[in-house]
């Protein structure tokens, strides 16, 4: 009997035991699968959600990667780099030195490299985000970081003194996207478009240093220089503005590609409020810069001894991508004996503006628009304009690209007669538009200087029969893998109208 019950025993355990190791197996299985649709239905929320549900409660070391690391790239990029340096040196020095004359501020009569080399330290590729938002397309975003050991000096001349500037410590941080166009035939892709994210602000970090002297011999140097900096990355490269690559040797339509006005600002400026005098005697006299784009700058007449200035002036500029540009404002007060002093500068984003609706708003003034370098909290005070943004027609707009491609090539020509020291010297008044805009005609107004034909006179106009279209600065930048580069001034100008603001002095509205 002992025997028989010791079997029946150690069965019935062996049984109970198999039975509740099965039972375990089958709740962990079961809790596995729990767990892993959870984590799908985690993994499927963006960041938002996870914040609606956690509150403040949200877990800061949660991350969400845009960004595939590329640690292959960079150790290619290593290697490669000493080839790429030599050659990317030619072609930023043929590229950008004709960007630094167009874009260098009145202050400076000439601006070039004496020095350049691009080091040894080769830039870093922090990931590759790759995407296919349209068809025929593959967009691929770069998080580029470089902080090389880069030796630049700038030969910079004015008119108190010349002096070598060394740029130093240079940093960049920037989101590089590049649009592949695809193509049936090889290589496979016929286009390659190049820009940098306006989201988040390209950083650009450096110091100056005066080779041999100081930077006090050129008052505000290193404000021009900065301008002339931020000017060329925000015309030139920041989105929606793009360098246009074509590749595969054979003719290729990028005109879908290029950047093209959009709709047509119609600015009034209509006044200021308690500006900060600028004077020790008596009161400032300002005037207003505005522009899309630092190449298309306007200004308003001056109005003298008057902190609560009246202008009252109407601007026409052109919007190429109304959800990215803002239109930029800055109040100046004129110094007939020094450089003009900023009083202070305002934004408006045109993604605030509802087409065909005329709106008035009241901008503060800040002493920047980088909030970084805002030291100064006092109040500047506030300018009042009214704004009106209108969409092209298809008609429209290619009036706008042809208005653009004349008032580019008449600054040209005035800045080679030395009527103006930079194209983007900002000239007086507003062009009116003629029939669908396509013709400008010049005001011949009073304060600033004009080409009528041939002929110089005072005032500001520009015939419609002007002159033809000529590529800007950058389509010497063709030279960036051995194509052509479209260039943005022939179909990527910014501000709007039917035709693009041409400045006289003070069209008054």
């Known amino acids: 009997m002992g025997l028989i019950s010791g079997l029946v025993m150690g069965a019935l355990v062996g049984i109970a035991l198999m039975a509740g190791w099965s039972r375990m197996m089958r709740r962990r299985s079961t809790k596995r699968i729990l767990k892993a649709a959870d984590i799908k239905l985690l993994g499927s929320l963006s960041r938002d959600d996870l914040k609606k549900l956690c509150g403040d409660n949200y877990p800061e070391w949660v991350s969400f990667p845009l960004f595939e690391q590329v640690k292959w790239l960079n150790k290619m990029l290593g290697k490669l780099w000493p080839f790429i340096a030599d050659a990317a040196t030619m072609v930023i020095k043929e590229t950008v030195e004709p960007l630094l004359d167009d874009y260098r501020p009145p202050g400076i009569s000439s601006l070039k490299f004496s020095k350049l080399s691009l080091g040894n330290v080769p830039p870093k590729i922090e990931g590759i985000r790759v995407q296919s938002l349209k068809k025929g ?194 109040v100046y007060d004129e110094d007939k004996i020094q450089q003009d002093k900023k009083m202070g500068t305002a934004k408006l984003s045109l993604n605030e503006l509802e087409p065909e609706i005329s709106k008035e708003i009241e901008l503060s003034l800040l002493s920047s628009l980088d909030t970084l370098k805002v030291k100064d909290k006092k109040d500047r005070g506030s300018l009042t304009i009214k704004v009106l943004y209108h969409p092209f027609t298809e008609e429209e707009q290619q009036a706008a690209q042809e208005a653009e491609k004349r008032i580019l090539e008449e600054r040209r020509k005035m800045k080679e007669a030395g009527l103006i020291g930079s194209t983007m010297d900002a000239l007086g008044g507003a062009a009116s538009l003629v029939g669908s805009g396509v013709g400008l005609v010049g005001t011949g107004l009073g304060a600033g200087v004009g080409l009528v034909g041939s002929g110089l006179g005072a005032g500001v106009g520009l015939v419609g029969s002007g002159l033809g279209a000529v590529g800007g600065g950058l389509s010497k930048a063709g030279k960036f893998m051995g194509k052509s580069v479209t260039s943005p001034f022939s179909s990527s100008k910014k501000n709007g109208s039917s035709a693009p603001v041409v400045p006289g002095d003070g069209n008054a509205s």
């Open 137 to 330: 397309q593959i967009i691929m975003d770069i998080d580029f970081r470089w902080g090389g050991d880069l030796s630049i000096i700038l030969a910079v001349e004015a008119l108190v003194a010349s002096l070598p500037i060394q740029l130093k410590d240079l940093q960049v941080f920037t989101v590089i996207r590049v649009i592949f166009q695809l193509s049936e035939e090889i290589p496979c892709i016929s286009a390659v478009v190049v820009a940098l994210l306006a989201e988040p602000k390209p950083r650009i970090d450096y110091t100056l240093k005066a080779v041999g002297g100081s930077l006090t011999a050129i008052p505000g140097l290193s404000d021009m220089i900065d301008d002339t900096v931020n000017s060329i990355v925000s015309d030139m490269l920041e989105w929606p503005h793009r360098i246009v690559v074509p590749l595969g040797g054979v003719d290729v339509n990028t005109s879908e590609l290029e950047l093209k006005p959009q709709g047509k600002l119609t600015v009034t400026i209509l006044k200021a409020n308690n500006l900060k005098n600028q004077e020790l005697v008596g009161k400032s006299d300002p005037y207003v810069i505005l522009y899309v784009r630092p190449m298309f700058k306007v200004k308003t007449k001056v109005v003298d001894d008057n902190l609560s200035p009246v202008w009252n002036e109407t601007f026409e500029l052109i919007a190429e991508d109304k959800e990215t540009q803002s239109v930029i404002f800055e």
